[in-house]
């Protein structure tokens, strides 16, 4: 079950490596990289819902910014499968370093830990896309909101 859910923490990586990257739609912000992705651990809470805390490695040679409001849905076939969320990121300026991301994922209703089991055992991405939504705001203030919509995960994972 573990395996399973493993999968899910990894999708969900993939989710906040693509919008921490959408940092680079705005001006100045294109060299910012992220370097690595892992899941340093996570714990089930209850049988809906997990809780991880994610390593992310930035390399940022800009200014400091702030992701906040990450949220997202992840599906399966078109259909609700988990919905999820992080923490804010603060991420320094000019600097390469690992930042702990705490998150979480609930599987939608409908959807049972069997199903979400079942479906994850085929080890691709194959069906899953996601919707996501993080601000990104600088120390000035200014800032944006980056949204995505239907993010073909399998896709993005082979782009990496």
């Known amino acids: 079950m573990r395996k399973h859910w493993s999968?899910?923490?990894?999708?969900?990586?993939?989710?906040?490596?693509?919008?921490?990257?959408?940092?680079?739609?705005?001006?100045?912000?294109?060299?910012?990289?992220?370097?690595?992705?892992g899941v340093e651990s996570y714990s089930f809470s209850g049988l809906r819902s997990i809780n991880a805390l994610l390593a992310i490695g930035i390399d940022n040679p800009t200014f400091a910014f702030k992701v906040t409001q990450?949220?997202?849905?992840?599906?399966?076939?078109?259909?609700?499968?988990?919905?999820?969320?992080?923490?804010t990121?603060?991420?320094?300026?000019?600097?390469?370093?690992?930042?702990?991301?705490?998150?979480?994922?609930?599987?939608?209703e409908g959807v049972?830990?069997?199903?979400?089991?079942?479906?994850?055992?085929?080890?691709?991405?194959?069906?899953?896309?996601?919707?996501?939504?993080?601000?990104v705001k600088l120390k000035s203030g200014a800032g944006t909101t980056l949204k995505y919509k239907d993010i073909d995960l399998q896709e993005m994972t082979e782009r990496r």
């Open 112 to 135: 049972n830990l069997m199903q979400a089991i079942q479906i994850m055992r085929n080890g691709t991405l194959e069906g899953f896309t996601t919707d996501v939504e993080a601000k």
């Open 70 to 87: 990450l949220n997202g849905i992840l599906k399966y076939k078109g259909e609700d499968f988990a919905f999820y969320s992080a923490d």
């Open 89 to 108: 990121l603060n991420v320094d300026r000019q600097c390469v370093k690992v930042y702990d991301l705490p998150c979480a994922a609930t599987l939608s």
């Open 7 to 37: 999968k899910l923490l990894l999708t969900l990586l993939a989710v906040v490596s693509l919008t921490l990257s959408g940092c680079a739609s705005l001006k100045k912000v294109k060299d910012i990289k992220i370097t690595s992705v």
